[in-house]
């Protein structure tokens, strides 16, 4: 293995072909294109580059221009238009509205899915009997499509043939017809719930990893020294998974951001505008009112906004420096 | 003379032959030519894009193995939710793709997309494939208002959809709840005619029948309701602008008195009819338990157990109210043509020839009566001669008085609102409903509306947006008369 390796570098540096070939021999004296370490590094990279840029920083650049000019359903006006759409986002409530209330909802979501995904990580860090096969179903909302687990939740709250009526009427001892899809007190909290069952097992995969690899000898020794069990998660477990609770959060912020599948399916944003996240907010305008600059803007105000909050957040754990 | 003769024989062969072309010609029905100059196309391949569900069966179950077996043009059914039919014609025009050969449209929002240039103009096709004479045997309502944007022909009014008013016979007409209700109300337990009839009557079927029973029941879900309270806000006298300013007057006092009506309805309806879509309606009247509904045509049909023995229909609960269902015009008499379809082609299309020409053979007077009498489609009746056909009347007991409600309605209907973006405007429509719904103050629902539609207004620009209503209020059918 060791030769192999060694033997890698050499062709990577080139110094096999040198040692290979006499300092007189024709081979010497035509370098091969890969003869510099440094063409090589490039002629690799290359490819990667051109795709990267190719689906990133184009559609980047589409976005910035279409932003300033004013292409909508009826006309694909190109010229440049300035910053008109953009002083029409400052004033436009709905899109405020919507990313605050998105902002709200992951505010509320993330710690939940947070911590629940946490104490089910605790419940299942030690070896029980038949865990993986626990662990295996609990993870099953993760591998549905949001769209399905959308729907799926829509029929649990149907409100005549819905379970969740049914089961909350068994417990009143009467029939039960909560609008869960149509009030505004119980809209949100049905948009919760699905959420946090769809995705609390990603925070409760990830924190179990992290917990299960928190150093055995360091929690024995805290024990022997008689350490709370709040001393020993606050100084021991929660600085060793913090990284991962990190990460966990940052992905599942980030989605929470751009939530859309499941608060479509189950409400389309309603009652009125009262569940429409921004994504939401930003497909109606782009795709069914065809305000393509107008959405463009929108959108580039979304992702200045997600990238700050990346960066702020990145700048505060390890996996930035 | 000798060189006259056989210029002569030939000049008469020739005008035999010229005879019989044009002897063909005439004799040949509009499907027929349709066929005989598709044959050209045999092996190509076209895309339909359809309204998802039991509308799509329409092709996959009937037309395309047909069209096919006549042309050899192979039809690909792709169906699309009804409220995204508009937004994937516009994507797939935007993106400069062919996706779609022949799109269904639905007709309110032609004007958008004909403009948009998503649509192809239809003029030269019809001309040329002498299609305008059958065109002009669509019920007039339907081809006066479906048919054309500016003057020019952009589809083909395919399905002649109005809201009808079903109601249980059975309880209208048991003599107990006759006197019953004239002694309550002071007039005969009959089809409604106004909506404060339509509330009375149904709050006394549900003060007696139920919950085995209720007055009435609909599909209020904002997508599918949105028309009837178009229909609801004019029968009170609403008029959806002010033609001199174009600022809208949807938060009149005809607005608030529509809305609060439609609350008021509620009262007599089974709790969370507010959340009853198409289907959930469907099923409690074939189950009976509702004795009024006004929706579109195809559930009168099943609820006379029309199609029952239909594997596409497996799903449909058997109808309980089999001969026990009455049909006439829902309160005010002038019912809103809700929706509606109409075939166009689309302006991406790669093979507009063979598109075009199974547009004219599904839409001909032939075809046509055989798709409208499918017992798996939605597709309403919309040429006279589908209202009149002897076979249509005899379907099952009823269906006379079934076609002559619809016939009715199709002379009466009144047409949904049709303007530049209609879409957005319906789409606030849709929320103020929604909101109806969740409780919050009319008034201000109105008033949102409002100002979400003057927004709208100005952006797409007071002139061009006045032109567009000002057009479609002078329509016979965009008011009503009473």
């Known amino acids: 293995m060791l030769i192999r390796r060694s033997r890698a570098d050499e062709a990577i540096s080139g110094t096999a072909d040198a040692s290979r070939h006499p300092p007189d021999s024709p081979a010497r004296a035509r370098p091969t294109i890969f003869a510099s370490d440094r063409v090589f590094k490039y002629a690799v990279i290359t490819p990667a580059i051109f795709f990267i840029l190719l689906i990133g920083l184009y559609p980047f650049i589409k976005l910035l221009l279409t932003s300033v000019q004013n292409i909508t359903m009826f006309q694909d006006d190109t010229s440049y238009h300035g910053f008109i759409h953009f002083e029409r986002l400052f004033s436009d409530l709905r899109f405020w509205s919507s990313l605050a209330r998105t902002f709200a909802f992951t505010a509320v979501a993330l710690p939940v899915q947070l911590i629940l995904g946490f104490l089910l990580a605790l419940l299942f860090v030690n070896r029980m009997p038949i865990r993986q096969v626990f662990v295996a179903v609990l993870l099953l909302p993760v591998v549905i499509s949001p769209i399905v687990a959308g729907a799926t939740w829509r029929l649990m709250f149907e409100h005549r043939f819905g379970p969740i009526n049914q089961i909350i009427g068994w417990f009143v001892g009467e029939e039960v017809r909560l609008l869960w899809t149509s009030d505004p007190i119980l809209v949100w909290p049905a948009i919760l719930i699905a959420e946090v069952w769809q995705w609390t097992p990603f925070m409760f995969l990830l924190l179990l990893a992290a917990l299960s690899n928190v150093g055995r000898e360091q929690l024995e020794a805290a024990e022997l020294d008689g350490a709370s069990w709040w001393m020993t998660f606050r100084w021991i477990v929660l600085p060793a998974i913090m990284p991962v609770v990190a990460i966990a959060l940052l992905i599942r912020g980030l989605d929470l951001v751009r939530i859309f599948d499941i608060i479509w399916t189950m409400t389309r944003g309603g009652p009125g505008t009262m569940t429409e996240s921004v994504s939401i907010y930003a497909y109606h305008m782009a795709f069914r009112e065809f305000e393509i600059s107008y959405s463009a803007a929108m959108a580039l105000v979304i992702i200045v906004l997600l990238t700050v909050l990346v960066v702020a957040a990145l700048s505060r754990v390890e996996i930035s420096r | ?482």
């Open chain 2, 1 to 482: 003379m000798r060189r006259m003769l056989p210029s002569t024989a030939t000049g008469a062969l020739l005008s035999v032959c010229l005879l019989a072309t044009t002897s063909t010609a005439w004799s040949q029905s509009a499907a027929e030519r349709a066929v005989e100059a598709a044959q050209e196309y045999s092996g190509t391949e076209i895309t339909v894009l359809y309204e998802a569900g039991l509308q799509a069966l329409d092709a996959s179950n009937f037309a395309a193995e047909r069209w096919e077996e006549l042309t050899g043009i192979r039809v690909n059914v792709v169906e699309s939710p009804v409220d995204e039919i508009f937004t994937r014609i516009m994507q797939a025009h935007r993106a400069g793709t062919a996706s779609f050969d022949v799109v269904n449209v639905i007709p309110n929002q032609m004007p958008d997309l004909a403009m948009s240039g998503a649509l192809e103009p239809l003029d030269d096709y019809v001309e040329r494939y002498d299609y305008a004479q059958e065109l002009e045997l669509i019920a007039p309502v339907y081809r006066d208002n479906w048919m054309r944007v500016e003057g020019t022909i952009y589809g083909f009014p395919d399905d002649g959809d109005v809201l009808v008013l079903y109601y249980r016979k059975d309880i209208f007409e048991d003599p107990e709840n006759q006197e019953a209700f004239r002694e309550q109300h002071g007039y005969d337990l009959a089809p409604p005619t106004t909506w404060e009839e339509y509330r009375e009557i149904g709050q006394f079927i549900t003060d007696k029948y139920a919950p085995e029973v209720y007055g009435a029941a609909g599909h209020f879900q904002p997508g599918n309701f949105q028309y009837l309270v178009q229909q609801r806000f004019r029968d009170e006298g609403g008029r959806f602008f002010d033609p001199e300013t174009m600022r809208a007057t949807i938060n009149s006092e005809a607005g608030v008195r529509a809305f609060e009506g439609i609350r008021a309805d509620l009262e007599m309806m089974p709790t969370g009819v507010e959340q009853w879509g198409f289907v959930e309606n469907l099923n409690a009247l074939l189950a009976g338990d509702v004795a009024m509904s006004i929706t579109w045509p195809p559930v009168g049909r099943w609820a006379a157990g029309y199609g029952a023995e239909t594997d596409a229909l497996d799903w449909l609960p058997e109808s309980q109210v089999s001969g026990r269902i009455g049909y006439a015009l829902p309160p005010n008499g002038q019912p809103e043509l809700a929706v509606g379809w109409a075939l166009s082609l689309a302006s991406t299309s790669e093979n507009k020839e063979a598109a075009y020409l199974f547009m004219q053979w599904m839409n001909s007077e032939e075809v046509s009566l055989e798709r409208v009498q499918l017992p798996f489609t939605l597709r309403g009746p919309f040429r006279e001669s589908h209202y009149q056909d002897e076979g249509f009347r005899n379907l099952w007991p009823d269906a006379g008085d079934y076609l002559d409600t619809l016939w009715e309605g199709a002379q009466s209907g009144i047409l949904d609102l049709s303007i530049i973006q209609i879409d957005r405007y319906e789409e606030a429509l849709r929320q103020a409903i929604s909101r109806l719904w969740a409780g919050d103050d009319i008034q201000e629902i109105l008033d949102d509306t409002a100002e979400q539609w003057d927004a709208l207004t100005d952006r797409i620009g007071v002139d061009a947006q006045r032109r567009a209503y000002e057009d479609w209020a002078s329509k016979p059918n965009a008011y009503p008369t009473q």
